[in-house]
């Protein structure tokens, strides 16, 4: 299976976590996470024409002050060139805010919301919503 992950949020360990569940399944054959909205969205471009673009996003919301944040990166997605919204989007997040999970849905191309951590059952969603 030749499919391709990114993981964007600030919490390193919370990315080894999500990196060492999904490698548990062979889902996919890359996985790719970084630290910073910039960091995601220079991956996103620098990888258009190639393998690594990612099949599948897993987006964190909170960021520390004065960062960009997942907002920001929701904000900007629909403006970004329709290559990067071939990625299915996923907010993987710690924020169970009521609110939050209202405003995710306003965004149409969000594929679904999901509170930390990430595991066997949320990866199993995120699978058979993908290859569906």
Known sequence: MNKSLLIIDDDFTNNLICEN?????????????????????????QNEHTTLFPDV?????RFPEGEKTG??????FPAMSDFVQRASLYVLTSSIARRDIMLTQTYPFIKGFMSKPLNEEKIKKIMSGFFA
């Open 71 to 76: 907002w920001d990166f929701l904000g900007n």
């Open 57 to 61: 996003i897993l987006l964190d919301l």
């Open 21 to 45: 569940t999904v490698k548990k399944f062979q889902y996919f054959e890359h996985i790719k996470s970084v630290l910073t909205i910039q960091e995601g969205i220079d991956y996103l471009f």
